[in-house]
C-alpha cells in the first residue's frame, strides 16, 4: 500500500479544470477504480517518461537513479537541496534534461513553513515502531525484530502495539517504558507523543524536549536513562552538537534500548545521532548500534517511509494540506509558494560539478 494523491484532492482538481492523469497500480492504497470514480484519467503503470514534456508529473520519493535524462517538470521529495550523499546524481538529470524539481519540502509559505508535510503520522508511526522494538527487546532478546505489516487504519496500529506493550510489560515487572521526545512541539514531535498518549503512556513516561532543553549542547547523559528516544527535529544547515555519541551510550547504567529517528538525516554532516549510517524497513525495520559498557541490545529504527504504515490516514491529510498549493499550480511563475521553490531548485542546480553558474 502506497502513498498517493487522495481521492478528494483528485476530484477537486479536475473540477478546477486541471487534467488529471493517474498511473494504474495494483500496489497503492487506493484503487484504479476509486481514481476513476474521482473523474481522473488512468493511463498505464510506468508511462510517464513518454508524456509530453508540458506535463507536470507529481509523485511522492525520488525517482530510480538510472542516470536517465529529465525534460519534464517534477514535483516530489528529492532530499537532494542539502546536498546529501548523492545529490548531485540526483539532480543532474534535471538540469541537464531541461527539466525541473519542485521539491515537496521547499513548498514553504514566506515565513518558510512547509505547506504540507508527513510529519504528524511519521512521528506516530515511528513512535509505535520504537514500541514494538522495544517490547521484541524484552521479550526476545538478541532476536531482530521482524517484518512488520502495513495497516488500513491507526486503530488497528494502535491495538498491536497496545497488545506488544502489554506483554513487554509483564516481562518488565510491570513497568511501561519512559521516552524521551526531541522536538516534541513540531509536527512529528506531536504524532510521536498521540501514539504514546493512545496506547496509555502518561505525562510520567513522556519527556518532552524542545530547542530549550537541547540549546546547552549534548551529548545528554539523560537520554541513558530513558528506555526510548524518539528524534524529530528537522535537520537545517548549521551543525548540531551530537545529543548522543558512541561513548555516552558505553557509559555504565544505560537503560536506553531503541532510538527512533524521524528526522532521519543519516548522512547529514550535522545530523546529532552520530552513532548509525544504515536505513532500515518495514521488512527489516531495526539497526543495530554496537556499544560497550553494561547497557542492554541497542537498535535505531531508521525507516525513511514511516507514514507508510498508515497510508490511507497519511495521505488524506498531506493530499489536504497540499491542495490549495495545487490550485495554484496553474500561476506557477507568480505564486510565491512556486516562485521559492523553483528559486531552491536553480540556486541548488547552479552547484552542480561542471555546471557554470550562469546556467
Given at each position: 500500500?502506497?502513498?498517493?494523491?487522495?481521492?478528494n484532492?483528485?476530484?477537486?482538481l479536475?473540477?478546477?479544470g486541471y487534467?488529471?492523469?493517474?498511473?494504474?497500480?495494483?500496489?497503492?492504497?487506493?484503487?484504479?477504480?476509486?481514481?476513476?470514480?474521482?473523474?481522473?484519467q488512468?493511463?498505464?503503470?510506468?508511462?510517464?517518461?513518454?508524456?509530453?514534456?508540458?506535463?507536470?508529473?507529481?509523485?511522492?520519493?525520488?525517482?530510480?537513479?538510472?542516470?536517465?535524462?529529465?525534460?519534464?517538470?517534477?514535483?516530489?521529495f528529492?532530499?537532494?537541496?542539502?546536498?546529501?550523499?548523492?545529490w548531485?546524481?540526483?539532480?543532474?538529470?534535471?538540469?541537464?534534461?531541461?527539466?525541473?524539481?519542485?521539491?515537496?519540502?521547499?513548498?514553504?509559505?514566506?515565513?518558510?513553513?512547509r505547506?504540507?508535510?508527513?510529519?504528524y503520522?511519521?512521528?506516530?508511526?515511528?513512535?509505535?515502531?520504537?514500541?514494538?522494538?522495544?517490547?521484541?527487546?524484552?521479550?526476545?532478546?538478541?532476536?531482530r525484530?521482524?517484518?512488520?505489516?502495513?495497516?488500513?487504519?491507526?486503530?488497528?496500529?494502535?491495538r498491536?502495539?497496545?497488545?506488544?506493550?502489554?506483554?513487554?510489560?509483564e516481562?518488565?515487572?510491570?513497568?511501561?517504558?519512559?521516552?524521551?521526545i526531541?522536538?516534541g512541539?513540531?509536527?512529528?514531535?506531536?504524532?510521536?507523543a498521540?501514539l504514546?498518549?493512545?496506547?496509555?503512556l502518561?505525562?510520567?513516561?513522556?519527556?518532552?524536549?524542545?530547542?530549550?532543553?537541547?540549546?546547552?549542547?549534548?551529548p545528554?547523559?539523560?537520554?541513558?536513562?530513558?528506555?526510548?528516544?524518539?528524534h524529530?527535529?528537522?535537520?537545517?544547515?548549521?551543525?548540531?552538537?551530537?545529543?548522543?555519541?558512541?561513548?555516552?551510550?558505553?557509559?555504565?547504567?544505560?537503560?536506553?534500548?531503541?532510538?527512533?529517528?524521524?528526522s532521519?538525516?543519516?548522512?547529514?554532516p550535522?545530523?546529532?545521532?552520530?552513532?548509525?549510517?544504515?536505513?532500515?524497513?518495514?521488512l527489516?525495520?531495526?539497526?543495530s548500534?554496537?556499544?560497550?559498557?553494561?547497557?542492554p541490545?541497542?537498535t535505531?529504527?531508521?525507516?525513511?517511509?514511516?507514514p507508510?504504515?498508515?497510508?490511507?490516514?497519511?495521505?488524506?491529510?498531506?493530499?489536504?494540506?497540499?491542495?490549495?498549493?495545487?490550485?495554484n499550480?496553474?500561476?506557477?511563475?507568480?505564486?510565491?509558494?512556486?516562485?521559492?521553490?523553483?528559486?531552491?531548485?536553480r540556486?541548488?542546480?547552479?552547484?552542480?560539478?561542471?555546471?557554470?553558474?550562469?546556467?
Open positions: 500500500m502506497r502513498h498517493s494523491v487522495s481521492l484532492s483528485v476530484r477537486e479536475v473540477e478546477s487534467d488529471v492523469r493517474v498511473e494504474r497500480s495494483a500496489e497503492r492504497i487506493y484503487k484504479d477504480e476509486e481514481y476513476e470514480a474521482a473523474e481522473a488512468l493511463v498505464p503503470q510506468g508511462s510517464w517518461p513518454e508524456a509530453p514534456t508540458d506535463h507536470i508529473i507529481a509523485g511522492l520519493k525520488e525517482l530510480p537513479d538510472d542516470g536517465s535524462l529529465l525534460p519534464h517538470t517534477h514535483i516530489h528529492g532530499h537532494c537541496f542539502k546536498q546529501q550523499d548523492g548531485a546524481e540526483c539532480l543532474g538529470p534535471y538540469h541537464h534534461g531541461g527539466g525541473k524539481l519542485y521539491d515537496l519540502e521547499f513548498l514553504c509559505d514566506d515565513n518558510g513553513y505547506m504540507a508535510a508527513f510529519g503520522w511519521a512521528g506516530y508511526a515511528g513512535a509505535a515502531i520504537a514500541i514494538l522494538a522495544w517490547s521484541h527487546q524484552l521479550l526476545h532478546p538478541g532476536t525484530l521482524g517484518p512488520l505489516s502495513l495497516y488500513d487504519s491507526s486503530r488497528n496500529l494502535r498491536d502495539v497496545s497488545t506488544a506493550l502489554q506483554s513487554a510489560r516481562a518488565n515487572k510491570g513497568a511501561k517504558p519512559r521516552v524521551i526531541i522536538g512541539h513540531g509536527r512529528c514531535g506531536r504524532g510521536a498521540a504514546y498518549q493512545d496506547v496509555g502518561g505525562p510520567e513516561e513522556i519527556v518532552v524536549w524542545t530547542r530549550k532543553d537541547t540549546a546547552p549542547g549534548g545528554f547523559p539523560e537520554i541513558n536513562a530513558a528506555d526510548i528516544l524518539v524529530c527535529i528537522y535537520l537545517g544547515k548549521d551543525r548540531i552538537p551530537p545529543f548522543l555519541t558512541p561513548n555516552s551510550l558505553s557509559i555504565s547504567g544505560r537503560r536506553l534500548r531503541v532510538i527512533c529517528d524521524v532521519l538525516d543519516p548522512n547529514n550535522n545530523n546529532p545521532l552520530p552513532v548509525y549510517s544504515e536505513y532500515s524497513s518495514f527489516d525495520p531495526t539497526v548500534v554496537p556499544v560497550e559498557g553494561d547497557g541490545e541497542l535505531v529504527v531508521s525507516i525513511d517511509h514511516l507508510n504504515l498508515v497510508p490511507r490516514q497519511a495521505s488524506d491529510e498531506f493530499s489536504a494540506a497540499l491542495l490549495p498549493t495545487m490550485h499550480l496553474e500561476w506557477r511563475e507568480s505564486d510565491s509558494v512556486w516562485k521559492t521553490a523553483s528559486a531552491v531548485y540556486d541548488t542546480a547552479k552547484k552542480l560539478p561542471m555546471v557554470n553558474s550562469e546556467d
